[in-house]
Nanobody, 121 residues
């Protein structure tokens, strides 16, 4: 089971940028699809971005065009470049292994502690 440690969060002004990192353990990382989830207080957890083992990416409508997910399999790391941040992006961000089942995507691994992103207006 792949486990993750998220880092790179912080406090930024609206319009600013952050780059999150997700360091993974385990030898199966390279064959797994990985996603960045986020959850704000009082809101449902949302899959913000996903990247498959072959590099295909997908994004939630709320972040498309502003966020970019990437991975470095040699480093067992997934990144989330977040540009033009908005207060609505404030959340704890988590990464996880993804399972694709038809049109649906599910988290399939264990949850890390996440990293807090706070965007001020």
């Amino acid at each position: 089971q792949v486990q993750f440690v998220e880092s790179g969060g912080g406090l930024v002004q609206a319009g600013g940028s952050l780059r999150l990192s997700c360091a993974a353990s385990g030898s199966t990382f390279r064959i797994n699809a990985i996603g960045w989830y986020r959850q704000a207080p009082g809101k449902q957890r949302e899959l913000a971005a996903a990247i498959r083992s072959g590099g295909m990416t997908s994004y939630a409508d709320s972040v498309r065009g502003r966020f970019t997910i990437s991975r470095d399999n040699a480093k067992n790391t997934v990144y989330l470049q977040m540009n033009n941040l908005k207060p609505e992006d404030t959340a704890v961000y988590y990464c996880n292994t993804l399972r694709y089942n038809g049109d649906k995507i599910y988290p399939a691994g264990s949850w890390g502690r996440g990293t807090q992103v706070t965007v001020s207006s």
